[in-house]
């Protein structure tokens, strides 16, 4: 038996889904070899075919563990059996039926999908190995960093967080001319309000709802180029949503969140997925940066700023929105307020106020509702 050398983090199950049609390409050359356009996550690379056995797809023993057998590697084997079962469930829920036992199975695949890439086990993984680097300083031994290396991993196949997402989950069909693209970081998982809701979901499939500030989770995850599953507590509990060309808006930034939540590399079942693609690459190029979010009890604010000082339980924050700002009142009560780095968080407060608010220099002072005696 061969080595499982060559371990794919998005399964190729998955991107056959999106092997474009090079029906015209196969007349002129029959040994003509399909696959999935590529590109960078800012689309600065220009779309290039690739296999989806290509190099660039794959990963040499990624979920090998240092005790595996590399003929039977215990983590890349479970996966094989998950993703043995996902055209059957996928093939099902292309004709329609999205019963019960199958969005189960998909929600778990979803939640699968979202733990075993690189940008979670990256962030997941990094979280713990602080943690043991704390814990042998403190003993003064490697204890720690030996028990804990690769928990993001082993925890593949011990962990199903499925039921989490799936009551609230549900089937988008594309009926459009403009298909989903997707990733190597597939899943788009976020907290939303209502006014982010209605940019990526036709009004006609959400709740009513008035408050602002208040933000669910968010998952979507495009199965094919005209289908793709979405969560969100939100949904009024529709079986599945159809989109035509008159929700040609929510395509767009569905698969704008898509390329923006990609780790590296976004893929596509067309060469030009994007109308606009241009102009859309300049902006994800310069989306960096310090943002400023603040959390009233009804509104949120989210815009460019900086922390103009920050001294104990005041801080200082210099937004660029000004039209944005009016929404906030001198002396309103503040739900959060969050300032994120290339989008890390790096300074928070909860009960507090703004205390001062300039409307024409864009400067809020957040303070603290809790007093710490010195």
Known sequence: MPEKKNQHLVPACYLKNFIADVSYEKK???NFTSG???NDKNLTAGWKLRSIRHKTLVKSYFYNLPEDDSKQPVIESYLSKVEGVYPK???EIRKGRT???????????????????EAFVEIFQGAWDKIAEWMDAFEGKDNY?????DVAKRLLVSTDLGHVIHPHATIIYNSTKFP????????????????????????????????ESTEVAFFFFPLSPNIAYLSCEMLKGQESLHFSDIDLENIFYLNYFSIVDSYSKVYSSVREPIKGGEQLSKILSSESGLIVKIYTQSKRIISVGSIKSDAN?????KVEDLEGIKQIKEGEQVKLMEVLEDGVSIRGMRECKASSVNYTNGEVVIESNIKLNT
């Not at 036992?101 to 733990?115: A, G, R």
């Not at 982010?196 to 979901?201: G, Q, S, Y």
């Not at 339980?313 to 924050?317: A, F, R």
């Open 28 to 30: 002129v050359n029959p």
């Open 36 to 38: 999935i356009y590529v």
């Open 89 to 91: 469930v996928f093939d």
């Open 99 to 117: 019963r019960n036992e199958n969005m189960s199975f998909m929600s778990y695949f979803v939640t699968l999908q979202l733990m075993r890439v």
């Open 145 to 149: 960093q030996s028990a804990l290396k």
């Open 180 to 211: 989903f693209v997707t990733s190597d970081n597939p899943v788009v998982r976020r907290q939303v309000n209502i006014t982010d809701a209605l940019r990526v979901i036709p009004k006609r499939y959400l709740l009513e709802m008035e408050d």
């Open 313 to 317: 339980s005041v801080v200082t924050l």
